[in-house]
């Protein structure tokens, strides 16, 4: 077995920048607590890894299936509630409402795709908008005492007793999620075949239900998966802040998502991971700085340069400059090859 994982990533990780970058990328991240000792830092790393799973979840449903979900916080602010409903009433701890949140999610996932199953992607996105706004304010009506009101349910329990072991959970967490997702997500995989059916739903709805795809199923397991990872990073920061709020189900949460995959790179899975640590921790960490007053404006900018010169997402974008694909074997190589590391064709 550990010959076979050696082999693995000699043959398979070491000559492919993109995924050697990719494990450095969570190696540091694994020893962040011990080369760092600023406390916000890691307080922006944690809801980073949170946030992760959840632009992910979108680019699983919307990238990949193409289902153009506008009120993705409505699976976020469902985990969050469901499992802050759990402790209240319940006192249940964070090890079950965590799980259990997620899976509330899940099935409102469920209830609300049966009417956008049949429906055009523009019409489809107007219809996942409406979702969270409606849910929100039916929160906000709630009293008090039943679910918090304007003011959300508070307090709840953390995470864990340390900052460190909260982010040290959030971060295992994270990814487990995203590599669970990667794997759903890729076409090429030998045992999966989600990947593949994604993608051609996403290419062309009618040709895959022409070549007996159910394709009602797929796309109701994509928001039952993305709609579970969702729910799974709302309970999270619920837990990790203390309280979960009616602004979880905010618009702005939704369209968050999507300009961190966009960024990024969409249809790419570790585009959001860079599109929220880029974005989130870089511009929040403009809080220690006199142009904190600007971000908005900054984030607008950057946005904007993204889409005119990298529309493809940054990521994705920095990956074309440093990997080529053999036009024989299909196998990844470094940009500067001549010639393919497997079958010796030419790269040029």
């Not at 249940?92 to 259990?100: E, F, K, N, S």
């Not at 995470?159 to 890729?186: E, G, H, R």
């Not at 960490?285 to 607008?300: A, D, E, G, H, V």
């Not at 090859?337 to 030419?346: L, T």
């Amino acid at each position: 077995m550990l010959r076979r994982l050696f082999k693995d990533f000699r043959f398979g990780v070491l000559p492919v920048p993109g995924r050697l970058l990719a494990i450095l990328f969570f190696l540091v991240l694994f020893i962040l607590p011990l080369i760092s000792t600023s406390g916000y830092l890691l307080y922006l790393t944690t809801i980073a890894a949170i946030y992760t799973i959840f632009a992910v979840s979108w680019d699983l449903l919307s990238g990949y299936t193409g289902q153009f979900n506008f009120g993705h916080a409505l699976f976020f602010g469902s985990g969050a509630y469901g499992a802050a409903l759990l402790y209240k009433y319940l006192g249940w701890q964070p090890w079950a409402t965590i799980p259990l949140g997620a899976l509330i999610a899940t099935g409102i996932g469920l209830v609300t795709c049966f009417p956008a199953l049949r429906l055009r992607p523009p019409y489809l996105s107007m219809l996942t908008l409406a979702f969270p706004i409606i849910l929100e304010r039916i929160v906000r009506s709630i009293p008090s005492d039943i679910a918090g009101g304007d003011l959300g349910i508070r307090p709840i329990p953390t995470l864990a007793s340390t900052p460190t072991a909260s982010y040290y959970i959030c971060l295992i967490v994270m990814t487990v999620s995203v590599l669970m997702m990667w794997k759903l997500t890729d076409a090429g995989s030998r045992y999966i075949r989600t990947g593949l059916i994604f993608h051609a739903i996403r290419e062309d709805e009618i040709a895959a239900r022409a070549t007996g795809i159910n394709t009602i199923r797929y796309k109701i397991l994509a928001f039952a998966i993305a709609g579970f990872f969702a729910g799974l990073a709302g309970t999270l920061l619920a837990h990790f802040t203390a309280m979960a709020s009616p602004a979880f189900f905010s618009t702005t949460t939704s369209f968050l998502a999507i300009i961190w995959v966009i960024f990024g790179g969409i249809v790419s899975i570790y585009g959001p991971v860079v599109g929220v640590y880029a974005l989130y921790v870089g511009i929040d960490y403009l809080r220690l700085t006199p142009i904190y007053s600007y971000r908005m404006l900054i984030m607008t900018v950057i946005i904007i340069v993204i889409l005119l010169f990298m529309p493809e997402g940054i990521a994705v974008w920095i990956r074309d400059k440093i990997e080529r694909q053999c036009p024989r074997c299909k196998l990844t190589n470094v940009a500067w090859r001549k010639e393919c590391r497997a079958c010796g064709a030419s790269l040029r």
